[in-house]
């Protein structure tokens, strides 16, 4: 057993974890939810990006898989994320993006997906499955 024992905000936690069987799965850590100018700025990804620097470089380095998924849409009223926004993330917009320390990362697997779960994306099932 390996551990890693992240240094948090709130304090410290041990999460015992089986490296070997390990991926670090990062879902859409992008400009949208965490640039201050988005109206979908999520606040508290402010407080997390130091954390999540750290353990995405921990994961390469322990040559483990690193997903990290991407979330866009259209303006479709069936859409659940249009209807909660009333925004649309475009694929060539800089609210696409990975927000850094995503942005500045080389050996993440990139998913892209139009659905708020990453599950229902059969590359993403794939990925999991071959790793």
């Known amino acids: 057993m390996s551990g890693i024992k992240p240094s948090q905000p709130e304090g410290d936690c041990f999460m015992s974890a089986q490296l070997s069987q390990s991926c670090l799965l990062i879902i859409d850590f992008q400009n949208f939810f965490a640039d201050k100018k988005s109206k979908g700025f999520v606040s508290k990804s402010e407080k997390i990006k130091p954390f999540l620097g750290k353990l995405t470089t921990f994961f390469i380095k322990q040559k483990r898989l690193v997903v990290a998924t991407r979330h866009f849409n259209t303006e479709n009223q069936n859409d659940p994320f ?30 892209d997906k139009s659905s708020y779960s990453p599950f229902f994306n059969k590359d993403f099932e794939r990925k999991l499955k071959e790793n």
């Open 82 to 111: 249009f209807r909660f926004y009333g925004k649309v993330i475009k694929r060539e917009s800089c609210y696409f993006q990975f927000s850094s320390p995503l942005s500045n990362l080389k050996n993440i697997e990139v998913v």
